[in-house]
């Protein structure tokens, strides 16, 4: 049980991870959502739905998502954990 805990609390802090990183991209890039979501071919409310739950992005959404935010005007890395590194 106490694996489980601990499993879940590391989950969580890597979705916090994950979506403070897109929110410093988004803000130093004046970046909107809507604008993401487009640059990553999916609707707005899909993004802000993976966002919600970052669990339910796809390895290639997360590759895509670190290809924009690496190339942008003041360019945001993923840390490595976020890959499982």
Known sequence: MAE???MRRE???LDDLLRGEVAKY???NRVSVERLSQMMGICKATMMSKL???ETFRLSEIR???QIMGSA???VTLPAEVFGC
Do not use: G, Y
């Open 4 to 6: 489980m805990e601990r």
């Open 11 to 13: 989950s969580a802090a």
């Open 26 to 28: 988004r803000k130093a």
């Open 52 to 54: 919600r739950r970052p």
């Open 64 to 66: 895509q998502l670190q």
């Open 73 to 75: 005007d003041v360019p």
